[in-house]
Nanobody, 127 residues
Framework: EVNLAESGGDSVQAGGSLRISCAGSGDTSGRFCMAWFRQAPGHQREGVAT???????RYADSVKGRFTVFKDNAGNTLHLQMNSLKVEDSAMYYCASRYCAPNGNFNWHNQYNWEYWGQGTQVTVSS
């Protein structure tokens, strides 16, 4: 069992920066991948960034060059550093996790491929 708890959501001005975090508990064996998703009202949940068990990272095209996903040294907390925020980045941000096989490959953008979810943290960007 894995439990995820997001924090750090806030209201910021466009062009500003924000860091949100996801504290994980339960299985800390390092066998799990983690990801950030977001969902705005009236929109489907979309993958923002993923952090693989080997430390690899991938991003949605809409956030490349602006967002950075990383873990703390202990490896239990996933962070998303968001810079140059846009109004369209406003959404509820969710942390997700799943077991990942070594060298495994799957469509990380698909929310249904993830097993564990946090409750979300709200990010609002105003113009």
């Amino acid at each position: 069992e894995v439990n995820l708890a997001e924090s750090g959501g806030d209201s910021v001005q466009a062009g500003g920066s924000l860091r949100i975090s996801c504290a994980g508990s339960g299985d800390t064996s390092g066998r799990f991948c983690m990801a950030w998703f977001r969902q705005a009202p009236g929109h489907q949940r979309e993958g923002v960034a993923t952090f693989g068990r080997d430390g690899s990272t991938r991003y949605a095209d809409s956030v490349k060059g602006r967002f950075t996903v990383f873990k703390d040294n202990a490896g239990n907390t996933l962070h998303l550093q968001m810079n140059s925020l846009k109004v369209e980045d406003s959404a509820m941000y969710y942390c997700a996790s799943r077991y990942c096989a070594p060298n495994g490959n799957f469509n990380w953008h698909n929310q249904y491929n993830w097993e564990y979810w946090g409750q979300g943290t709200q990010v609002t960007v105003s113009s």
